[in-house]
């Protein structure tokens, strides 16, 4: 039989921004390179008009909630690039260590101390130590935003619910090649996350700052005083 408190977690509790974390992925120069990139006009389009808007008001939401704010890249650890995964190497991916390439994009530049973790692999839960950094710092919650939302977006989502983190896509927050791949990605992962918008993460982020400052005042007052 199942224990009782097996059957007590929920996929649509509250967001505590204290045990959260918006993960912004693969948002760097590489990726938005239109002029030396094949050619997606979907995604560039929706990226510039919609993606990456949405991005920067989680950033500041969460920010301004107290939650953490983690940027994972697509960087070679070493000059030649013998780390990057076999998928990488198939692929062409080759984005040199501290070049250009491998920097945030400056509409969502990181803070001066938010983690920018470098992967080379699909799920920088295989090739960094992202899951180590979130247990230290207690984070259980990690609302998931970026590029591309049928790659790097869906294995991590599925990577992380695997390894007991709630896992939150914000779906008008990340794009792939073209909105029909978009959207195949979004019914394909479902089961592993919860799916939001920026607007209801917005308001959850904000609910949670006002639980937090509520708890403040509370703690401070005293009838004595």
Not at 23 to 32: G, K, P
Not at 155 to 173: E, K, N, P, S, V
Request: charged share 30%; proline share 4%; hydrophobic share 40%.
């Amino acid at each position: 039989m199942e224990r009782g408190r097996d059957r007590e977690p929920s996929a649509t509790g509250a967001i505590e921004a204290a045990r959260a974390a918006l993960l912004v992925i693969d948002a760097q120069n590489w990726v938005m390179d239109e002029a030396n990139r094949p050619p997606r006009p979907e995604f560039y389009a929706a990226a510039r008009e919609t993606v990456i808007p949405n991005i920067a008001r989680l950033i500041a939401a969460a920010r301004a909630a107290g939650a953490e704010v983690v940027y994972t890249v697509m960087e070679n650890a070493t000059r030649d690039g013998r780390d990057r995964s076999l998928d990488y190497k198939l692929s062409g991916f080759f984005i040199a260590k501290g070049s250009r390439d491998a920097r945030v994009i400056d509409a969502l530049a990181p803070g001066d101390d938010e983690l920018v973790i470098p992967k080379t692999s699909s799920s920088l839960f295989n090739s960094t130590n992202f899951e180590y950094l979130m247990r230290n710092i207690g984070i259980d919650t990690i609302i998931a935003a970026g590029f591309l939302t049928d790659q790097c977006v869906d294995h991590t989502l599925r990577d992380g619910a695997d390894r007991g983190f709630y896992m939150i896509c914000a779906r008008d927050a990340c794009m792939a090649d073209t909105h029909a791949r978009h959207e195949a990605a979004l019914r394909a992962f479902g089961g592993y996350c919860r799916t939001e918008t920026t607007d209801s993460l917005l308001a959850a982020l904000t609910r949670s700052e006002e639980r937090r400052v509520g708890k403040e005042c509370r703690s401070r007052w005293s009838p004595y005083h």
